[in-house]
T-cell receptor, first 115, second 114 residues
Framework: EPEVTQTPSHQVTQMGQEVILRCVPI?????FYWYRQILGQKVEFLVS????????KSEIFDDQFSVERPDGSNFTLKIRSTKLEDSAMYFC?????????????FGPGTRLTVL | AQSVTQLGSHVSVSEGALVLLRCNYS??????LFWYVQYPNQGLQLLLK??????LVKGINGFEAEFKKSETSFHLTKPSAHMSDAAEYFC????????????FGQGTTLQVKP
């Protein structure tokens, strides 16, 4: 069964460093998402991406964050200069169709620890 | 603005007992509602979704949920808990927009005791 994969499963970085979190969505999906979950808090929407551009972003998704689909398979989230408060589990998701009623398929997550 | 509230961050039931996980939503427009489950070290998996076709929605693994507009609720139930149901459960809401942005509740950890 097709699934969303994410690498690495755990990333440790120093404050101020850049990190790139990678995701491989399900191959025929067109809509891509990043969410994050700070320990003990809700899963929060970061950004949605369609047709090679951001379709919606949250207030969390400031200039330190960027997303890219560099080729036909990968979808990346870059944090330019990490802060302690960026420590969280980051989930990638993809959907075969847009619209609020469509199922999003989630990856297992990347745990980011900023020291 | 839309929001979701899950009552009870931890719920404990005995194996074979009824599972009831509560979710209330607020939305200014008719919502789409979802329940996701997360097993340890795995991603979120869709259990079921409400998209206005029917108020009682059946999902995977014997779970179902009923949309009650008058109570703005979408509680998740299962008649008989199994040990394998132990996981974290998330209720989520979204609009009928193209972006599909999901707004999640705080999550409820279900413990099943033998």
């Amino acid at each position: 069964e097709p699934e969303v994969t994410q690498t690495p499963s755990h990333q440790v970085t120093q404050m101020g460093q850049e990190v790139i979190l990678r995701c491989v969505p399900i191959s025929n999906h067109l809509y891509f998402y990043w969410y994050r979950q700070i320990l003990g808090q809700k899963v929060e929407f970061l950004v949605s991406f369609y047709n090679n551009e951001i379709s919606e972003k949250s207030e969390i998704f400031d200039d330190q964050f960027s997303v890219e689909r560099p080729d036909g398979s990968n979808f990346t989230l870059k944090i330019r200069s990490t802060k302690l408060e960026d420590s969280a589990m980051y989930f990638c998701a993809s959907s075969g169709d847009g619209g609020g009623y469509n199922e999003q398929f989630f990856g297992p997550g990347t745990r980011l620890t900023v020291l | 603005a839309q929001s979701v509230t899950q009552l009870g961050s931890h719920v404990s039931v005995s194996e074979g007992a009824l599972v009831l996980l509560r979710c209330n939503y607020s939305s200014s427009v008719p919502p789409y509602l979802f329940w996701y489950v997360q097993y340890p070290n795995q991603g979120l998996q869709l259990l079921l979704k409400y998209t206005s076709a029917a108020t009682l929605v059946k999902g995977i693994n014997g779970f179902e949920a009923e949309f009650k507009k008058s109570e703005t609720s979408f509680h998740l139930t299962k008649p008989s808990a199994h040990m394998s149901d132990a996981a974290e459960y998330f209720c989520a809401v979204t609009r009928s927009s193209n972006t599909g942005k999901l707004i999640f509740g705080q999550g409820t950890t279900l413990q099943v005791k033998p």
